[in-house]
T-cell receptor
Framework: GENVEQHPSTLSVQEGDSAVIKCTYS??????FPWYKQELGKRPQLIID?????GEKKDQRIAVTLNKTAKHFSLHITETQPEDSAVYFC?????????????FGKGTKLSVKP | DAGITQSPRYKITETGRQVTLMCHQT?????MFWYRQDLGHGLRLIYY???????DKGEVPDGYVVSRSKTENFPLTLESATRSQTSVYFC???????????FGPGTRLTVL
């Protein structure tokens, strides 16, 4: 089955710097890759996603890149702000597979220092 | 987000007791899920349901029971709670394959 590795587990940056979180997946048939942000005590919320027919997607300060050959995808946050501090989860799924359930990485705790 | 709710939000129980966590969604989503979240493990799938009366095991189903008699409800029961089931439990739902998955607000369960 699918396995998703996420790095780093913790990341500390200064306000205004960029942050990059990387994930690798094992199932080459995976075709959907969402990123969730979870603030302390809150539910995970989708912030951006990418499908396997696209190499990059941007939404204001957030971008995701996908390298299907290497089976990895990354979240890029530019001009970080204190409110970006949260735990970020990547996930992967083959929606055409037998189960089609998201497999999550273990999360990255991002701290943005003012 | 208001379309998926969980109750109770906090629960303290004792080892051996039966506990039921409720999940309700108003979107008529076909798929519903139960996850547990523990430090260092991320989000692990317990059970899922593709439609009413259809349920299947996820990664960590032992000690849990689910049912789905109505599309909008997906209760999770711990038949005999153990301390290892102390966790935060999230319910989630989505319309179908390829669609965005939304999470409920979570239930923090403590088993003493």
């Amino acid at each position: 089955g699918e396995n998703v590795e996420q790095h780093p587990s913790t990341l500390s940056v200064q306000e205004g710097d960029s942050a990059v979180i990387k994930c690798t997946y094992s199932d080459s048939a995976s075709n959907y890759f969402p990123w969730y942000k979870q603030e302390l005590g809150k539910r995970p919320q989708l912030i951006i996603d990418i499908r396997s027919n696209v190499g990059e997607k941007k939404d204001q300060r957030i971008a995701v890149t996908l390298n299907k050959t290497a089976k990895h995808f990354s979240l890029h946050i530019t001009e970080t702000q204190p409110e970006d501090s949260a735990v970020y989860f990547c996930a992967a799924v083959n929606y055409g597979g037998s189960q089609g359930n998201l497999i999550f990485g273990k999360g990255t705790k991002l701290s943005v220092k003012p | 987000d208001a379309g998926i709710t969980q109750s109770p939000r906090y629960k303290i129980t004792e080892t051996g007791r039966q506990v039921t966590l409720m999940c309700h969604q108003t979107w008529s989503h076909s798929y519903m899920f139960w996850y547990r979240q523990d430090l260092g493990h991320g989000l692990r799938l317990i059970y899922y349901s593709a439609a009413a009366d259809i349920t299947d095991k996820g990664e960590v189903p032992d000690g849990y029971v689910v049912s789905r008699s109505k599309t909008e409800n997906f209760p999770l029961t711990l038949e005999s709670a153990t301390r290892s089931q102390t966790s935060v439990y999230f319910c989630a739902s989505r319309t179908g394959r390829g669609d965005t998955q939304y999470f409920g607000p979570g239930t923090r369960l403590t088993v003493l």
